[in-house]
């Protein structure tokens, strides 16, 4: 955990370590809490029955009692303050340092699989929770059995030390070793929680089929055994903690007798032998929450270096590196001399292709579903690294030519595009922050989507949802269109631009496409499943591809 937070830079460092010192004003405060009342009420006690009560000075402890009261209560919710305060520091810092890390190295606009996403998220909340569940706990319990094996220490030596290799015993020894015991089983079950997620994912996403094929409630009913199976199997992650914390303080409870045995035989001060068993029932009662740290400690552990290791991806492996690389003023001339595009290493590959793009062109990929016409053109957008062939830009071999360069230049428009929660401004303005409102409805009427929008009683100001989207699919799709046309792209990819459309508003989107293309240097790239014969958009070049068998 400590390496994460390094990584990220150290966040909140000052609020941390404010965070951690009222935790052990915490804890040191309950322990001092009940000591000095046991000492305090048995010293009062004492001194009645010796006829000096009338001078036993009672203002000095009842003040330290009620500061001690005080004291813990302030620091309790101080530490829960503070340190919720830094993780949420951290979390601001975590959140986009952990997609910006996912995102350079990913390839393709394919978002993560949702069993990935799921143990993704898995992740961030355990290690966001390292701090609150195992840090701040475990300081509060070490200052605790501090406080209370130096009183034990001052009241008898003897049972001081052993209270001390009791607390080594209960605190850490113990846990420890039930934490490894615990770590194979906690190990074989997260396998099989990634193989449960999985079918469920599966599951969900494939229940139209499963239904149609009449397969889904055996599919169904298979899922229910393996969550079965892996709930059950997460009972044994707990086993080896059952029992300790009972046991830790039937310690405690057996240290202070053994104490007030010791000392009431030696004529020792009773009433600080009080205080001090009273204070190690409190310290080791507390001491038996080191078993939820130890429990919590791998698994934030374990999900803070898996997180580590997103934000040391760094760049996609195929990207030119920053210091060498080529500076880009234009992508065109876009030349493909006998290029392959694949998806991943074990995706099909595209056949070779050749061509050459430039300013005003019209290229058609064209195939059916399946035959890498997407792969292509993140191919060519350098999302993916050529599978064979050569590709360059403006004569510079795109090896040589940053990711980032080329994105600036060429722009998607797929056939699903993705929505962000917020307002449709927010939307558009995530390819172009700076637009102005007048650049926005420009956008939109370029993309025929301006009427759609004004007729929407929010307007920009419509409002999409995690779950819900206030326009169409096929109003979605030229929204996405209009964001597309922000970036002020030089290449335009389009996927699928008219499917859906009827006649008119074909013929209308094509003229506008064809008015943005000859408007500046820029080209268009389409991809479809058979040719598009629209006036405005005849191909100057065509791809065919079809599916690998």
């Known amino acids: 955990m400590i390496r994460l937070w390094r990584a990220l830079g150290s966040p909140a460092r000052t609020r941390f370590l404010f965070a951690l010192a009222l935790s052990a004003l915490a804890g040191t405060s309950g322990v001092v809490l009940l000591g000095l009342s046991g000492w305090f009420l048995t010293a009062a006690a004492l001194s009645g029955l010796a006829g000096t009560g009338h001078v036993f000075n009672h203002l000095y402890p009842s003040a330290g009692v009620r500061l001690a009261a005080f004291a813990r209560v302030v620091a309790r919710y101080g530490e829960q303050l503070v340190g919720h305060d830094a993780t949420l520091s951290l979390s601001v810092r975590l959140r986009p340092a952990i997609f910006s890390g996912s995102a350079h190295a990913r390839r393709g606009f394919a978002s993560l699989p949702a069993s990935q996403l799921s143990a993704l998220i898995d992740d961030v909340d355990d290690a966001e929770r390292g701090f609150l569940r195992v840090m701040s706990p475990a300081v509060a319990i070490a200052a605790s059995l501090i406080v209370a094996l130096g009183l034990a220490l001052a009241a008898d030596w003897i049972s001081g030390l052993l209270a001390l290799a009791l607390a080594a015993l209960f605190s850490l020894a113990l846990p420890w070793r039930a934490v490894r015991q615990s770590h194979t089983a906690a190990e074989a079950h997260g396998r099989q929680g990634e193989a449960v997620r999985e079918q469920v994912s599966r599951l969900v996403e494939n229940a139209v089929e499963l239904d149609i094929a ?51 035989g030696s004529g020792s001060d009773l009433a600080l032998a009080v205080g001090a068993g009273l204070a190690l029932i409190a310290a080791f009662d507390a001491a038996t929450a080191m078993i939820k740290v130890f429990d919590a400690a791998p698994r934030a552990g374990l999900a803070a270096e898996r997180l580590r290791s997103r934000l040391l991806l760094g760049n996609a492996p195929w990207d030119a590196p920053e210091e060498t690389a080529k500076a880009l003023e234009t992508v065109f001339p876009i030349r493909a001399d006998g290029l392959i595009a694949q998806a991943s290493d074990a995706a099909p590959a595209t056949p ?8 005003g062109d019209v290229l058609q990929l064209i195939g059916p579903s399946g035959s890498g016409k997407t792969t292509l053109a993140e191919t060519l957008m350098r999302l993916h690294p050529p599978a064979g ?19 600036e230049r060429i722009a998607l428009s797929p056939q699903f595009p993705a929505f962000l929660p917020g307002t449709l401004a927010d939307q558009l303005r995530l390819a172009a922050p700076g637009a102005s409102e007048a650049g926005l409805w420009n956008a939109l009427d370029l993309a025929l989507a301006g009427p ?70 820029r080209a268009l790239i389409l991809l479809t499943h058979k040719p598009v014969g629209l006036e405005g958009l005849e191909a100057s070049g065509t791809v065919r591809l079809e599916p690998s068998s």
């Open 352 to 359: 070779p292709v050749s061509f050459t793009l430039t300013p």
């Open 389 to 407: 062939g050569a590709l360059s830009y403006a004569g510079i071999p795109g090896g040589e030519v940053r990711i980032a360069a080329v994105l």
């Open 452 to 521: 759609v929008v004004r007729a929407h009683p929010d307007g920009l100001d419509a409002l999409f949802s995690d779950s819900e989207a206030p326009f169409s699919g096929g109003e979605l799709r030229r929204i996405g269109l209009a964001r597309a046309l922000l970036i002020e792209p030089e290449v335009l990819v389009l996927d699928e631009p008219f499917a859906g459309l009827d006649g008119s508003t074909r013929r209308a989107l094509a003229a506008n496409l064809s008015a943005w293309r000859q408007g500046a240097p």
């Open 214 to 264: 009449g397969a889904l409630p055996v599919e169904a009913e298979r899922t229910r055994e393996a969550l079965n199976a892996h709930l059950t199997a997460g009972e044994t992650i707990q086993r080896p903690f059952r029992g300790l914390g009972a046991l830790g303080s039937l310690a405690g409870l057996g240290l202070a007798a053994l104490l007030l045995w010791r000392v009431a």
